[in-house]
């Protein structure tokens, strides 16, 4: 089975401060996406990422960058956080040439 | 502009009852199609999928999903809706013309099961 790790369930973090979400995938997908779900908006698209040192702006990437150093690995910085950016963030891969994305089990950040 | 919609925020229904949670989007062409499911905390579960072929299609958990060209529509349903049942839906298409799969999601659908 496909399995897309993030590295936090929740995380708790002061405002101004640099915050780093990892996410890890086993399967050598080329596509991994990083996502934010808050209620009534369902999920919106922040970054993603086609192949290593590869990314690209989503709908909402104000406030956040990426990193992608090796292929398993996709990372999400708040540069420095905002209360705004209270809320669950969700990590997905899928392979090249299959549409169907894997998601991991998402952190609850809260900014105070 | 291209869009997914799911007119239903909160559906509750008795357990045992038939569901049918609604989904439309506004793209040109048919778009892959996906249904997930999220327990509270948790990520998101695929429950089905369209590509193309079949317009009826069999997911897991006693879910299906009826692709409808005309309507722009792709529907999901359940004969027999369990307390376990309780959860967030989500809609999810990815436009044909996606380079690179990225997925538009509806707002979601949350279902409330009564005993």
């Known amino acids: 089975d496909v399995k897309v790790t993030q590295s936090s369930r929740y995380l708790v973090k002061r405002t101004g401060e640099k915050v780093f979400l990892e996410c890890v995938q086993d399967m050598d997908h080329e596509n991994m996406f990083w996502y934010r779900q808050d209620p009534g908006l369902g999920l919106r698209l922040i970054y993603f990422s086609y192949d290593v040192k590869m990314k690209e702006k989503g709908d909402i990437p104000e406030g956040y960058s990426v990193s992608r150093e090796k292929k398993e690995r996709f990372s999400l910085i708040l540069e420095s956080a905002s209360t705004n950016q209270t809320s669950m963030y969700l990590c997905a891969s899928n392979p090249g040439g299959n549409p169907e994305a894997f998601f991991g089990q998402g952190t609850r950040l809260t900014v105070v | 502009a291209q869009s997914v919609t799911q007119p239903d925020i909160h559906i509750t229904v008795s357990e045992g009852a038939s569901l049918e949670l609604r989904c439309n989007y506004s793209?040109?062409?048919?778009?892959?199609l996906f249904w997930y499911v999220q327990s509270p905390g948790q990520g998101l579960q695929l429950l089905l999928k369209y590509f193309s072929g079949d317009t009826l299609v069999q997911g897991i958990k006693g879910f299906e999903a009826e692709f409808k060209r005309s309507q722009s529509s792709f529907n999901l349903r359940k004969p027999s809706v369990h307390w376990s049942d309780a959860a967030e839906y989500f809609c999810a298409v990815i436009p044909f013309t996606s380079g690179t799969y990225k997925y538009i999601f509806g707002t979601g659908t949350r279902l409330k099961v009564l005993a």
């Open positions: 793209y040109g062409a048919t778009p892959y």
